[in-house]
């Protein structure tokens, strides 16, 4: 089993950028898919990108393709999300999740492990 911890949250002005980070302990997290999600206030939880196990392929939502970058650290065992050019419809909590298995998924059903959350507001 694999706990997670997400940091790196914050309040930021429109076009600014936010790295955050997820540290996992207890297995290493290439046995697993890592994705990130969001959940504003009022809507449901929605993918934003994903990093498969072991081989790294990435998996971006059309909403932040190009401008959010997900990345491992196996050293580390951390997984970022560096997010440039913000704007305010990003503002939510953000969820790093894993999936046992470590093949890709956007559904958040298929994560089995969730971190606590962090909160990112992007203000206009």
């Known amino acids: 089993q694999v706990q997670l911890v997400e940091s790196g949250g914050g309040l930021v002005q429109a076009g600014d950028s936010l790295r955050l980070s997820c540290a996992a302990s207890?297995?290493?997290?290439?046995?697993?898919?890592t994705g990130w999600f969001r959940q504003a206030p009022g809507k449901e939880r929605e993918f934003v990108a994903a990093i498969r196990g072991i081989f790294g392929t990435t998996n971006y939502a059309d909403s932040v393709k190009g401008r959010f970058t997900i990345s491992r650290d196996n050293a580390k065992n951390t997984v970022y999300l560096q997010m440039n050019s913000l704007k305010p419809e990003d503002t939510a909590v953000y969820y790093c999740?894993?999936?046992?298995?470590?093949?890709?998924?956007?559904?958040?059903?298929?994560?089995?492990?969730w971190g606590q959350g962090t909160q990112v507001t992007v203000s206009s």
């Open positions: 999740a894993a999936r046992s298995g470590g093949l890709l998924s956007t559904q958040r059903n298929d994560y089995d492990y």
């Open positions: 207890g297995r290493t997290l290439t046995s697993y898919a």
